[in-house]
């Protein structure tokens, strides 16, 4: 037997390192992950600049009308068509999500992939719309904060599909993005969720109002 000289310990560093950092990684697991909430305050906040873009919009539009003549009648077809195409996306995310849950990667890959291109379908229809304005950015008050407004959700759902894309690349070549780690794909479909009900309440105010 190995006698051990008075106030030593038989425990190994790696064993008393292990017992400091939670048995082994385990105290990791043990807090609870904020990361969502994290997200969703965020969006809160970003929430916040939209309602102040759509009180802008308000205020002008009842305190400083249009000179007459330059009342502008907004097309409804392609803004319609952008609406489905941006809610249509929020399910097909939905069925992504599910794909992933059931361990089944191609069909979350393929769900995806059809949220991408309907989220770059409604960008190409935001920018034919642009083409066809009867008004430019800085004809007046009411165009500029019209550009401001859609052309702010147009970032918004332009880094949406971006995230969309880096899901797509973490669940098909690096693993990252699993049933057991769905974080990411987690966190892109919260903003995504955020992105479409931002827009049905945009296009409410600026197109049917």
């Not at 066809?132 to 165009?143: I, K, R, S």
């Not at 990411?184 to 105010?205: R, S």
Request: with cysteine; hydrophobic share 50%.
């Amino acid at each position: 037997m190995t006698s051990l000289a008075p106030g030593t310990s038989n425990v190994s560093p790696s064993a008393s390192a292990a017992a400091v950092h939670g048995h082994g990684g385990e105290g990791h697991d043990a807090h609870t992950d904020v990361r969502l909430f994290g997200l969703a305050t965020f969006l809160v906040a970003d929430g916040m600049t939209f309602a102040g873009f759509f009180a802008a919009y308000l205020t002008f539009r009842a305190v400083n009308p249009l000179p007459e003549g330059s009342n502008y009648e907004l097309e409804l077809l392609l803004p319609t068509i952008n609406t489905v195409l941006l809610i249509l996306s929020s399910f097909t995310f939905h069925r992504a999500g599910r794909g992933l849950l059931r361990s089944d990667g191609a069909s979350c890959r393929r769900w995806l992939v059809i949220t991408a291109v309907l989220g770059l379908a409604f960008l190409a229809g935001q920018m034919v719309e642009y083409f066809h304005l009867p008004f430019g950015l800085t004809d007046n008050l009411f165009a500029s904060t019209f550009y401001a407004l859609t052309g702010f959700h147009g970032l918004h759902v332009t880094l949406g599909v971006i995230c969309i894309l880096i899901v797509w690349w973490q669940t098909r070549a690096t693993g990252r993005i699993k049933a057991d780690t769905p974080f990411g794909l987690e966190a892109a479909e919260l903003y995504w969720h955020f992105v479409d009900g931002i827009w049905v309440v945009l296009f409410g105010i600026l197109y049917l109002l």
